[in-house]
C-alpha cells in the first residue's frame, strides 16, 4: 500500500505551517522525517491523517483520495501514533493498547480472540506485557510512550505513521522500537516516523525527508540528505 501527499499545505490564522509538501511511503520501506523543532513535521503528519484543521492539497491511499474515505477504512489502512502522549483516561494499559482494535471491531461485540491476539502480540512487541494492568496515567514518559505505541502496533495496519516513537525512551527501548519498526516495514507494512537522532535514523531509515520551515528540503537515501551543508544550514550544526 502506498500513501501519498501532492502539494500539501496546512495553514493556521495566516500562517503557513506546511507549505505544498510531497512525499509519499509505500509498503516495504521505513521512512524517516526530520527537520528542526518547528519544522512542520508533526502538522504534515497530521494533514496526511486528514486530523490537521484545514489543509490544502491531495493525498492518495493507492492512488484514490484518501481524505474521502470512512473513517473506519482509513483507520484500518493508516495507522497512527501522536506526538502527544498525554492521556487523560483512567483505564488499564491493556485498554489502551485494545482501543487500536476499535476499527476491526463491529457492533457490540466485544473484542473477539484475534482482537486479543493482536493485543498480545503489541504487547509483546514493545515489551509491555508488564505493564498491562497499571493505569496508563501514572505510567513513566516511556512506558506511556510503549503503550501508545502498542495500540497503534495494535491496528496491525498496512502503513503507520509514528511522531517521535523513540522520544523519551531509554537507549535499550529506543533501539528495541526502532527494531520493531524495522520488523513491521520486512512483514510489508510501509512506515513514516519522526525522529531527532540522526545516528539512528541514518542506521535504521531506507530514506530521509528532511523539512525544514513548512517545507520538504530532501528526500533520498541517508547518505543523499544528511550532507553536511544541509546539517549546517538546516540544524545550525557542523557537520562530521
Ligand atoms: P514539528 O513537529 O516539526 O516540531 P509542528 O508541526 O508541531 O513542528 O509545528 C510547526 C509550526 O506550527 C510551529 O511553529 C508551531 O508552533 C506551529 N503550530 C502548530 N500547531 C499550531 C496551531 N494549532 N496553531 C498555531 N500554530 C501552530
Ligand atoms: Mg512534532
Redesign the pocket.
Known amino acids: 500500500m502506498k500513501l501519498e501527499g501532492k502539494g500539501v499545505s496546512v495553514s ?2 495566516d ?1 503557513e ?2 507549505s505544498r509538501a510531497s512525499l509519499h511511503v509505500s509498503g516495504g520501506e521505513l521512512v524517516g522525517l526530520i ?10 503528519m497530521r494533514a496526511l491523517l486528514g486530523i490537521s ?1 484545514k489543509s490544502a492539497g491531495d493525498v492518495l491511499l493507492d492512488g484514490s483520495d484518501f481524505l474521502r474515505m470512512p473513517g473506519r477504512d482509513r483507520a484500518r489502512a493508516v495507522a497512527f501514533l501522536p ?1 502527544e502522549r498525554r492521556v487523560e483516561w483512567r483505564l488499564p494499559a491493556y485498554d489502551i493498547v485494545m482501543l487500536g482494535r476499535y476499527p476491526h471491531q463491529a457492533g457490540f461485540g466485544g473484542p473477539s480472540p484475534e482482537d486479543r491476539a493482536a493485543v498480545d502480540r503489541s504487547l509483546e512487541a514493545v515489551d509491555g506485557h508488564e505493564l498491562s494492568d497499571r493505569p496508563v496515567a501514572v505510567l513513566s514518559g516511556g512506558e506511556r510512550t510503549r503503550i501508545l505505541l502498542a495500540r497503534a502496533l495494535a491496528v496491525e495496519a498496512p502503513l503507520l505513521l509514528v ?1 517521535e516513537p523513540i522520544a523519551a525512551l531509554d537507549p535499550y527501548h529506543q533501539l528495541h522500537v526502532m527494531e520493531i519498526l524495522r520488523d513491521r516495514v520486512h512483514a510489508g507494512a510501509g512506515v513514516l516516523a ?1 525522529i531527532h537522532d540522526l545516528a539512528l535514523a541514518e542506521r535504521f531509515m531506507d530514506r530521509l525527508i528532511l ?1 525544514n520551515a ?1 517545507q520538504i528540503v530532501a528526500d533520498g537515501s541517508p547518505a543523499a540528505v544528511l550532507t553536511p551543508d544541509r546539517l549546517a544550514a538546516v540544524y545550525r550544526i557542523a557537520g562530521s
Open positions: 493556521i490564522r500562517r505551517l506546511v527537520g528542526p523543532n518547528g519544522a512542520g513535521k508533526s502538522t504534515l484543521e506526538q511522531d519522526v523539512m513548512g
